[in-house]
């Protein structure tokens, strides 16, 4: 059920009430509808008069653009968001507050995307490991073991450590080793979809840094 803020309206004037989203306690609530922030101010350089209007950069331009914020140009460089600004933009795109909520890819955008990673699908991955994600997991690697296994790490990402109530979902148990037939409870971990998404790359690395995780708690 949608919940409105009683006295709050949208201040572009249309009478609207602010939609009141589970994040808005950490970032407070906003004085705008989503989208309604320009609603009747002018911009000249906008539409028609845009000088950019039925124009195209340059790949010199963007390589321009491209150096112009890289390395230590970047305002963000050697910076990292707070725990707390990870919250925020991780509760923007959980749920009914991503785009994509309750929507589905037709055939038609599967066999487009399929056909534009053809070149890096399969053995053409530098990622490709002789197609062991196909092969089954063991019998011991179920509902009750994985259930322990989130009781043991709190119910909390051990990356991030967002809990299973801040996120609305239940953890995904990570094989440290990669291995589906070693289900010794030392060798998993309970990780959020997000950060379990990460592990896909670079593997031995994750592997090191979650055995030094194991011996410094």
């Known amino acids: 059920m949608l919940k409105y803020h009683k006295n ?11 939609l009141i989203k589970r994040w808005h306690k950490y970032s407070g609530i906003p004085r705008f509808i989503n989208g309604h922030q320009c609603r009747g101010k002018h911009n000249p350089m906008a539409g028609v008069m845009s000088p950019m209007l039925n124009k195209h950069h340059t790949k010199e331009t963007k390589e321009k653009q491209r150096l112009a914020k890289l390395g230590s140009k970047n305002p963000f460089y050697n910076k990292k968001h707070s725990r707390s600004t990870l919250r925020k933009l991780r509760l ?4 009914a507050s991503n785009s994509f909520f309750h929507k589905h890819h037709t055939v038609e955008s599967k066999k487009l995307m399929q056909e534009r ?6 053995n053409k991955n530098p990622n490709w490991r002789g197609g062991i994600a196909y092969f089954p997991y063991a019998a011991e690697f179920n509902n009750k073991l994985k259930a322990q296994i989130r009781e043991r790490d709190g119910r909390i990402c051990r990356q991030c450590k967002m809990s299973e109530h801040e996120l609305g979902y239940k953890l995904s148990i990570h094989h440290k080793d990669y291995n589906k037939q070693n289900n010794d409870p030392d060798n998993l971990i309970s990780l959020c979809r997000t950060c379990h998404a ?3 790359f670079n593997r031995s690395d ?3 840094y979650f055995n030094a995780m194991q011996l410094l708690k």
């Open 8 to 18: 709050r309206k949208c201040n572009c004037g249309c009478n609207g009430r602010i």
């Open 117 to 122: 990673h053809a070149d890096v699908s399969g």
């Open 92 to 95: 923007c795109s959980l749920g």
């Open 206 to 208: 994750w592997t090191k």
């Open 198 to 200: 990460q592990t896909n």
